[in-house]
């Protein structure tokens, strides 16, 4: 799986370098396949080269993660999500977002200001779950445009945070077993509660909590890795 080509045509047209052909990001491709190819002056290409390897090598190999992620995942739930977290390297977010994307995954957040999500160091300050749902309402009345998730690590919680009214749950590093048993208990009753799982979740696990019926698997696992090894060559006419 491919990407970042649009950012190497762009370096291109700042160089003088004509593109005659470039394959879009999201494109899956077999080896040797040619993915982008332009003209121009000696001295632009060998400006332009490396820089341009760099962002397809990074760029495809966070593609390709996600899909290969997504893929065993969706072998045994069709219908769930990967979610990248923002564990980018600082600078690359837009690009690696993208390349998120590319690969079939979504954002788990851009920013803080996209949904209320409230982990256990906030429940520590605030006096736990029971502080937590009594101030629940008051929450939900201040952020209307906003839903409103919590961590949880046990059943209890889950289970008390639905009937309070929570929009949503992330279960932070639940084994599949286990949160397969709390997927059960909370869908009986709470089928509109959005279920996500994260923590160490990887090529090697995503089908096991695929398995569990979450709704979403989140992850940081697509930033982490070898890039794809991309070759250029550069030649008189």
Known sequence: MICGTEE?????????IKPLHYLASGSKVGPRTSVVEAEGN???LHMAWKVSMNILEYASGIATRTYRILNKARQANSKIELLATRKVFPGTKELSIKAVVAGGGL??????SETVLIFQQHLNFIGGVEALISKLDELKARVIEKKVFVEVETVEDALRLCRAGVHGLQFDKVAP?????????IRANYDYVVL???GGINENNAEAYAQTGVDGLITSAVYFGKPIDFGTRIVQL
Do not use: C, S, Y
């Open 42 to 44: 000696a001295e632009d």
């Open 8 to 16: 190497v045509v762009r370096i291109f047209n700042k160089l003088n």
């Open 177 to 185: 077993a286990e949160l397969t048993k709390a997927v059960e208990q």
């Open 107 to 112: 954002p788990h957040r851009l920013g803080l």
């Open 196 to 198: 996500l799982a994260a």
